[in-house]
């Protein structure tokens, strides 16, 4: 059975990096398109970024453009997310999600369990 688990979430003061993993287990995330979403306390879950099967194809939500970069290493069965530039705001559940079909949606086939990040003095 096709699993994703993501890794890497912490506690970090503002200004500070993360780098959060998205493992494929099951099956080789070199088939799929993976984004990455976040949900904040009380707000709906938004699209973070989303990479194509070759990673050649990249996008990302206005709100992380420029601090955030997504990249994948197919061999590692591995995607991340390189969180720079921290904000409060960014503090929420971080879900990497897989579709062997683009776009990156809400209704993407494989979702992980999420990883909690809190950014906070």
């Known amino acids: 059975q096709f699993q994703l688990v993501e890794s890497g979430g912490a506690l970090v003061q503002p200004g500070g990096s993360l780098r959060l993993t998205c493992e494929g287990a099951?099956?080789?995330?070199?088939?799929?398109?993976i984004g990455w979403f976040r949900q904040a306390p009380g707000k709906e879950r938004e699209g973070v970024s989303c990479?194509?099967?070759?990673?050649?194809?990249?996008w990302y939500g206005d709100p992380v453009k420029g601090r955030f970069t997504t990249s994948r290493d197919n061999t590692k069965n591995t995607v991340y997310l390189q969180m720079n530039s921290l904000q409060p705001e960014d503090t929420g559940v971080y879900y990497c999600?897989?579709?062997?079909?683009?776009?990156?949606?809400?209704?993407?086939?494989?979702w992980g369990k999420g990883t909690l990040v809190i950014v906070s003095p």
């Open positions: 999600a897989a579709d062997k079909y683009p776009p990156c949606r809400i209704g993407m086939d494989y």
């Open positions: 099951g099956s080789m995330l070199d088939d799929y398109v």
């Open positions: 990479i194509s099967v070759t990673g050649g194809s990249i």
